[in-house]
């Protein structure tokens, strides 16, 4: 793997402005036959600025697709209700899941936001012995991890990276960080004490993922999430190459089109017995009848989302 350093990558422009509506707010798991925990939202942008956006993405069917891309900065706001949330009590998660409407260090570039997160989560929580946690979902690479990079870890801040087979990301992947870059900043947070957890999701029929699983073991997270390529019935609209042309279409209007289930068991099956004794695993948005063929505790929900 080459050490050089990674070719700066184009990003969109970071448009800024205030948001109305709350910041943080539960969301509860659709559809509801899948294997998935509810968990607390940060919406702290609407889209990406990773340009392209990525082929795949569920998001594109959404409104920010066609508008533009806007990072909030009403930042006083967004950490009163944050301190607020770490202040409460017998909550049904908690887990802040910063990456769910957007990459969580995608608008770093213009409107810098890990540090003050970071470090309201340190006082608030780690320091208050309190188990709310923050969760950093990204395709960045090194440069996008600078400033945590520059911090000391906080018990309460997980940094998940969503990766992929290399040639997978070269096609489908192209604005964000490639594979290498990615893996280079999870292991220098790993290596700087941070938490740090794998995405391997989408996987894709056709590409290898024998070498991204074995970089993965190597790195040996605190936890791994397995994924493969589904899409809601109304992204079809919106994704005009093939990518989705093996799914099998769900009957229902607000299920998940998937691949067969045979062809998604041998996707994970080689991906869950070279991890089964490396760190907990979980599948990401998967059915349990799934789960239980591969021998993972539906019941633990030891997923990306998961606390």
């Known amino acids: 793997m080459s050490s050089s350093k990674p070719r700066r990558r184009p990003l969109r422009r970071c448009v800024t402005g205030p948001r109305q509506s709350k910041f943080v707010d539960i969301f509860r798991t659709t559809p509801v036959e899948t294997v998935c925990p509810n968990f607390f939202v940060l919406a702290h942008a609407n889209g990406c600025a990773f340009a392209p956006h990525c ?29 607020a949330w770490i202040a409460r009590d017998r909550l049904e ?29 340190r006082v608030e929580a780690e320091g208050r012995g309190r188990p709310h946690a923050l969760l950093l979902v990204t395709k960045g690479g090194m440069e996008e991890c600078r400033a945590l990079l520059k911090m000391t870890p906080c018990a309460n801040v997980i940094v998940s990276f969503s990766v992929n087979s290399p040639a997978a990301a070269a ?42 699983v074995r970089d993965v073991r190597r790195l040996a997270p605190e936890r791994v999430t397995l994924g493969s390529l589904r899409a809601e019935a109304n992204l079809f609209r919106f994704v005009t190459d093939d990518i989705f042309s093996k799914l ?46 591969l021998g993972l505790d539906t019941e633990a929900r030891s997923c990306n989302c998961g606390g």
């Open 248 to 293: 099998e279409r769900s009957p229902s209007p607000r299920g998940l089109s998937r691949y067969p289930l045979a062809a998604r068991l041998a996707l994970y099956r080689p991906a869950v017995e070279s991890l089964r004794n490396v760190c907990p695993i979980g599948l990401c948005e998967e059915t349990p009848d799934v789960w239980k063929a």
């Open 171 to 212: 096609a489908h992947e192209k604005g964000a960080a490639p594979i290498p870059d990615r893996l280079r900043a999870c292991r220098a947070l790993k290596r700087s004490g941070w938490r740090v957890r794998v995405r391997l999701d989408p996987m894709i029929l056709g590409f290898d993922y024998r070498g991204i």
């Open 55 to 83: 082929s795949y993405c569920f998001l594109k069917s959404s409104f920010w697709h066609t508008r533009e891309q806007k990072a909030f900065d009403n930042v006083d706001k967004m950490l009163r209700e944050i301190r």
């Open 93 to 121: 998660s908690y887990v802040l899941n910063m990456g769910n409407l957007s990459d969580s260090l995608a608008f770093e570039h213009g409107r810098p936001l890990i540090a003050d997160l970071v470090e309201t989560f």
